[in-house]
Structure formats: C-alpha cells, structure tokens
C-alpha cells in the first residue's frame, strides 16, 4: 500500500497561490478518505465520484490509496481542476479520472461519492439534487467539511434529497455527513428572480455569489456606470450571475460583451441569465482565471466587483489578481471600473496595477473608482 504521508506531501496548490500556511491537502480531505476506504476499495470502474475536490487529493487519493478506477470529479473553480492535473501529472497518474460539469454525466451510476462541502447552502443543495437524481440507488454520499462551518441546516439539505442522514465523529476539527438512500426530483436550478427596479431576470446555480440577488456592491457599481466612457468591447470581470454584463448589453447596443469567471456555476448561471434577459446573442460567455483567454489590450471597458473577504490577508491578492488581469486586457486609455468595501484601500493598488483612479462615488459601505489604463 501507498504511504500516505508520501504521497499528502506530493501534492500542490499551483496554480492557486502558494504559501506556507496554506495546504494543498486538509484533514476534511484525509477524514473523507479514510471513512470511505473500505466503500471505495469495493467499487468498480467508473463507480466512485468526487465533488469540488480542492486540489486533488481526494480524487488522486481514492486512486492511489484505496484503488479506485476511472474516477469522475466536478470542481466548481476552475484552480482546482488545474491544480487536480498539474498533480496527477507529476505523479503519473493522469488519465485516471475525468473532469465533468456537476451534471447526470458526473453521477450517473456512482456508488461513492465524496464530496467537501460547499460554502454555500444552495451549493449544497444542488449537489445533493445532482447525486440523488442520478446515482446508483445504493449509493454513500459523503459530505466532509471543518466543524466550524458545518451546521444543521446542511443535515437538512441533505435529507430533502436522501432519506438516511447520519454524522461521523469529528476528527481534528473535521466532520463527516454521510447521506444514504437517493430520492430523485426535478432539479430546482437554475433559480431564478425578477428585479422589476432594474428590469432584469436574475437566474442562478446553487454556487453562485449572491444567488439569485443583487449584491449592494453590485448594485451601488450599477448605479454610477452610465458615466462610463463609450466604449467597443466590454468584460465583465469575475461575472458571477452576469448581472453587470446583461445591465451593459441592455444598456448599450452596440457594446461587445464578454463575461468571465472561474467559477462553473457562475459560468452556466451568466449564460441562464443573459438567456433570460434577451441578450443570449450578446453576451459571450468564457470559464477562464482572471480572463486569462483573452488578449492583451482587447477591451475598451472593465467592469469588476472582486471577491473580498475581511480578515484573510491573502485574499487582497485575489482582488490584485483581478486588477492586474483588467491592466493586461485594457487597451490604453480604457477603463476599469470597480466597486468595494470602503475600508479597503484599493487605490493604491489599482494605480500601479491600472493606472489613475479616482472615486466616483462613495457611501459609507461601498466605494466606486474608475482607473484609466496608461
Ligand atoms: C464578488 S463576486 C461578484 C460577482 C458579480 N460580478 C456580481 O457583481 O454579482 C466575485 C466573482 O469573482 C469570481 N472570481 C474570483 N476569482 C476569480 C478569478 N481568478 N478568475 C475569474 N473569476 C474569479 C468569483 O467566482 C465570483 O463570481
């Protein structure tokens, strides 16, 4: 048998960010493996699933330590898929699994599923649905995540698609939600909600930032983007449910739009949304990291409302990731426009990373600036 220190410590985060206090493998990940060994060990090929697995470990573990064949794996973020193949293919073991959209494909007949749980209620909620429509009627769906994010309602989730929901005992601040007995449905996704102040349809997957609606950064963005210059070709970066990108298309005819995320939800929520409103023909849809399919001083406008999230220091570099992708994309004198929480001090960094940025508009909570590519 595999040592499974070795091959913990093989594995990596590239191309997400790197650093020492970060892991590329945690104990939800080796909790999920171990509870499930004996279940894996006995499936066959093309019977073992995973569901937004981080970087890999559990859909390479399953294969490398309890010999699982043919492993299907959806991830949400498209990191995490990259990373899962930069680690398969410095162990060698690339073709051993397949990367699916969360989807019957990803499920259908699976007798084990593993999956680290969701931040998002909803995201749960669609898993679940996913699994319990398509998978093998003996299926074991398990849910591991860290104890402090694990809540009851997750339970409840769960047995709205199975009717046998148990728990593990935690180890090392992990848990382990294991859920028998599918009961398939139709699927509730993509949710959908009118916003008659706005005149769009919003529609969303469960993983989707804000869900079906309008965030107040979003909406404070919205409200001050008809000063933005004329312009060809637009992107909305980090697209989520798409709504800047529909606001712009419907706004301005003749405007190019394309709209780019990471995540697969917000990917297929953009397309179910731009549908929704009319703009289906508008409005290109791209699953890419930090527009990295598109080139270099292509667009004339960005409109961008990073991912922030107060208390984690590595998360400004997500946002500087975003900002520095607007100043590649940008043609000279184009114009990003973005929108965050006033007590950031994004300025500084947009400068350096765009170019001039000036507020436009300001409210206790929200800052908007226009950064003019040089
Ligand atoms: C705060 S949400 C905003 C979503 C949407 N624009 C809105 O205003 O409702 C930030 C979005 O950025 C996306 N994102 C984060 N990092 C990204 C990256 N490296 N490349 C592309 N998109 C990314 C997230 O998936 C998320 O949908």
New binding site residues.
């Given amino acids: 048998m595999t040592d499974t220190t070795d091959f913990f410590a093989q594995l990596r985060r590239a191309p997400d960010i790197e650093s020492p206090e970060l892991v590329a493998v945690d104990a939800t990940d080796r909790l999920l493996l171990d509870e499930a060994a004996e279940l894996i060990a006995a499936c066959g090929p093309g019977e073992v699933a995973v569901v937004d697995d981080s970087y890999g470990a559990l859909t390479l573990g399953a294969v490398v330590l309890h010999g699982a064949r043919d492993v299907r794996v959806a991830q949400d973020l498209l990191?995490g898929e990259r990373a899962l193949a930069r680690n398969a293919e410095r162990a060698g073991l690339t073709g051993t699994y397949r990367s699916l959209p969360l989807g019957p494909e990803l499920a259908s007949g699976a007798r084990v599923v593993l999956v680290q749980a969701p931040k998002a209620l909803e995201a749960l909620r669609e898993i679940a649905e996913v699994l319990a429509a398509s998978a093998a009627p003996d299926v074991t769906v398990l849910v591991g995540g860290r104890v402090k994010h694990m809540t009851h309602a997750m339970n409840d989730v769960l047995r709205d698609s199975f009717a046998d929901v148990s728990a593990t005992l935690a180890r090392q601040k992990s848990r382990v939600l294991v859920a028998r007995g599918p009961r398939p449905a139709a699927s509730s996704f993509p949710r959908s909600q009118e916003h008659p102040d706005l005149g769009l349809t919003v529609r969303a997957h469960g993983a989707?930032?804000?869900g079906t609606k309008?965030?107040l950064?979003?909406r404070t963005?919205l409200g001050a983007l008809d000063a933005a210059a004329p312009a060809g070709a637009a992107l909305?970066?980090?697209?989520?449910?798409g709504?800047?990108a529909s606001a712009l298309a419907r706004s301005r005819p003749d405007l190019t739009v394309v709209a780019?995320?990471?995540?697969a939800a917000?990917v297929a929520s953009a397309v179910a949304t731009a549908a929704a409103n009319g703009l289906g023909d508008r409005i290109r849809v791209v699953r890419?990291?930090?527009?990295d399919s598109l080139p270099d001083a292509s667009i004339d406008l960005v409109v961008?409302?990073?991912?922030?999230h107060v208390g984690a220091a590595v998360v400004t570099t997500?946002a500087d990731?975003?900002f520095a992708a607007a100043g590649r994309v940008l043609r000279p004198g184009g114009e990003l426009w973005t929108v965050y929480n006033s007590a950031l001090r994004y300025k500084p960094a947009l400068s350096r990373l765009v170019g001039p940025t000036r507020v436009v508009a300001q409210t206790p909570k929200f800052t908007v600036t226009v950064s003019t590519r040089r």
């Fill in positions: 990191v989707a930032f804000a309008i965030d950064g979003t963005l909305d970066l980090g697209a989520g449910t709504v800047l780019a995320d990471q995540s917000a890419d990291d930090a527009a961008c409302n990073p991912p922030f997500v990731q975003l």
